[in-house]
């Protein structure tokens, strides 16, 4: 037996055996390979088009809101609009008169001069024509009304409103004061209407030589439509994006404004003469319930229809109008939807290579099994041929990579990246204009550099107790930026972890809300303070009893006092002069309280003519610094007051309740403090009284 040719075809054997195990070990690689990048590439974009989608919502919500906020801002300044216009037509014409007079004075006669300067003023026009200069003297007679020229001569003295104001009595006030001028608020006829009266503001100043007295106003509503037009031009102006835009829709359909409607503006759906463009704006106006997103169809910029589209829809209930934002579609969305279809086709090729290769790799081992000499170039150069394309693909991925590098730049929110030590490694641009820190500043640093000092460090230990039992945290918080100023952040914080679990990055984004905090504070100041004094209302009030009572059970030597009172016979004011020149009494009223008072004590409107003074807590009885208040209250309010030109003296009565001596009760409290106040009035006013507890038996 030929031993040696045995032991040959043996070895010859083996190693073709270890050559297929090879071969096949070289195709599994290679498939786990093009799998396992695949899969992430795919992961990664759909986790940065999950955020491009929500940057894209922000967007939306934040161009209505900031639509709705304009609206509100210019709705509710037509009163400032008239005030300002009126008070520069007047005295403009007041300069003008003045001139004239005393150019020709010498030259003329009275009676020329006077029927000149009214000659002067009878063309002047403002407020798109609406407006006009109106004189009088004092004895009410009317010498020039420009709109009506039949009044002219007679006496319009006895001319009142629809709520029985005396206005050209209360123009004669204004004019006859101190200051000679002044506004004045009252109720009259619209242009072509006889029927309604609606609310004016007139500006009157008094003319020293001949002792007139010079007006101009305008109707509110008139205003409101003024500033109507202007809004709808600002918003048809507004664009974000490429192709986003504004519309402005009434409830009963009727378009008001919009790049891409504008062939639809000022007509109501059910006059559209396409049944599909009806269908449309229909079915809008069905979905919008309530603010928020909806999809629907609608129109793109350029006007053509869009069967299905996310919008974010508002309502100002003051015009009954709907805003909505639209058609914006970030570009970056675009590019990464571009860029995934070209991945899509490069995974598709390299899947086709894959099975290919396999293949040619098996077909190879079979060949080496037969013709190894022959065959082994050939294994080497296939091998040769796939690491080329496999080098084209990392470097396409490397590609889409960088492209993913500039959607996360391009974002609107600053994007803050650390590794698992909580050590910066990325930022974007975004986070450099919100911060003021450059990429340089924070690199390898802890984001600590960011914190101010407004949070305890229990707001910190519940943030990375839910970053480490939940994997994300969301929330506001005041930061720091680089030149020392504090702002509010809406910040999330995601962590992210391996396949393994393990923590390797955390992902924070934010933006900054400075302006949606101060929209905030402006509405909670409202929501606590009376809207004519200033002062704190009855919500703010029971708030601040409740916590002082709370004080005094935690400490039983404190006490403290209750002072209701009210003006006595104030409405007689309200009556006699109208009820501007009531609000200007209790505008007063409330400054001299608040300089009576000490620093500790609150002073607040309830209603009407009603006040309560709440005396902070002290040690030690209350009652005779209680007393000692209500003196120094009602020497204050004797005091006289100037309004418009009139010397007024009012009186006040108070009642005043202790706690705990009368009760610990809020409400029993003001009860109490109620009663005094009607013991005190009804023993003759302008005095006060100490409540006893024999007042509730003659209550009952």
């Not at 759909?46 to 940057?55: E, R, V």
């Not at 463009?277 to 979905?287: G, H, M, Q, S, T």
């Not at 992902?507 to 509405?523: M, N, V």
Request: hydrophobic share 40%; glycine share 6%; proline share 3%.
């Amino acid at each position: 037996m030929d031993f040696t040719r045995v032991s040959g075809r043996s070895g010859l054997n083996l190693f073709w055996l270890v050559s297929v195990l090879l071969v096949f070990l070289l195709a599994g690689f290679f498939a786990y390979f093009f799998i396992a990048s695949q899969q992430y590439n795919h992961t990664n974009l759909d986790k940065l088009q999950a955020s491009i989608q929500q940057h894209i919502n922000r967007r939306l919500q934040y161009e209505v809101n900031d639509a709705i906020h304009f609206i509100d801002a210019r709705y509710n300044s037509a009163e400032q609009v008239i005030m300002a216009q009126s008070q520069k037509e007047v005295l403009q014409a007041l300069e003008v008169m003045n001139s004239f007079y005393q150019q020709n004075r010498r030259r003329l006669s009275d009676v020329a001069l006077k029927k000149q300067l009214l000659e002067v003023l009878r063309g002047v026009r403002f407020f798109n024509g609406r407006g006009y200069l109106f004189v009088g003297d004092q004895t009410g007679r009317a010498l020039l009304v420009p709109e009506q020229p039949d009044l002219e001569g007679t006496s319009m003295l006895d001319f009142q409103d629809d709520q029985g104001v005396y206005f050209i009595r209360r123009f004669k006030q204004v004019s006859r004061s101190t200051a000679g001028k002044g506004f004045v608020r009252y109720r009259w006829y619209p242009p072509g209407e006889r029927d309604h009266m609606d609310n004016k503001i007139a500006y009157i100043a008094r003319f020293e030589p001949y002792n007139w007295l010079i007006g101009a106003g305008d109707y509110v509503s008139q205003i409101q439509q003024d500033l109507q037009k202007e809004v709808i031009d600002h918003l048809q102006s507004i664009r974000f994006g490429k192709n986003g835009y504004l519309t402005v829709i009434d409830r009963s359909g009727k378009v008001i404004a919009g790049q891409g409607v504008s062939q639809f503006v000022g007509q109501p759906y059910t006059k559209l003469e396409n049944p599909a463009d009806r269908a449309r704006i229909a079915n809008l106006i069905d979905k919008v319930k309530k603010d928020g997103f909806i999809h629907s169809g609608w129109y793109q910029s350029d006007g053509q229809p869009d069967a299905d589209q996310l919008l974010y829809a508002r309502a100002f209930p003051a015009w009954n109008w709907i805003v909505l934002a639209g058609g914006y579609a970030d570009p970056t969305l675009d590019l990464l939807l571009e860029q995934r279809a070209q991945i899509s086709v490069n995974d598709r090729d390299s899947n086709i290579t894959l099975l290919l290769l396999i293949t040619v790799l098996l077909a190879i081992a079979f060949v080496m099994m037969r013709y190894y000499a022959r065959g082994f170039r050939e294994l080497f150069s296939h091998i040769q041929h796939d690491l080329d394309q496999q080098n084209i693909a990392l470097s396409e991925n490397a590609r889409a990579l960088e492209i993913s590098k500039r959607i996360v730049d391009a974002a609107h929110e600053g994007i803050m990246i650390t590794d698992a030590n909580n050590r910066i490694i990325r930022v974007n641009h975004s986070f450099t204009r919100i911060t003021g820190y450059l990429y340089d500043d924070v690199k390898g640093r802890d984001p600590n550099i960011l914190r101010s000092s407004t949070h305890e460090p229990e707001f910190y230990q519940a943030m990375w107790e839910s970053l480490n039992n939940e994997g994300e945290w969301h929330g506001e918080i005041w930061n720091r930026r680089k030149n020392g100023s504090l702002y509010p952040q809406a910040l999330s914080i995601t962590s992210y972890c391996s396949a393994e679990g393990k923590i390797e990055n955390y992902i924070g984004t934010f933006t900054d809300i400075s302006q949606r905090k101060a929209f905030e504070e402006q509405l909670e100041h409202m929501a606590q303070s009376d809207s004519l004094t200033d002062l704190p209302n009855r919500r703010s009030l029971s708030k601040r009893l409740r916590h002082e009572l709370d004080v005094i059970k935690r400490n039983p030597s404190h006490q403290l006092g209750l002072i209701f009172m009210d003006l006595d016979l104030f409405k007689n004011i309200n009556d006699t002069y109208g009820h501007g020149v009531g609000d200007q009494v209790l505008i007063t009223i409330a400054r001299r309280l608040n300089e009576t008072v000490r620093v500790v004590d609150m002073v607040s409107r309830v209603g009407g003519d009603e006040f309560i003074i709440l005396l902070g807590n002290q040690s030690g009885e209350m009652d005779q610094t209680a007393i000692q208040l209500a003196e120094r209250i009602i020497q204050a309010v004797s005091e006289p007051l100037d309004i418009v030109g009139t010397r007024l003296q009012l009186t006040t009565s108070l009642g005043v309740a202790l706690a705990p001596s009368h009760t610990d009760d809020a409400a029993q409290l003001m009860e109490c403090a109620d009663l005094a106040l009607y013991r005190a009035k009804q023993e003759g006013s302008n005095n006060y009284k100490l409540f006893s507890p024999s007042m509730l038996e003659e209550k009952d």
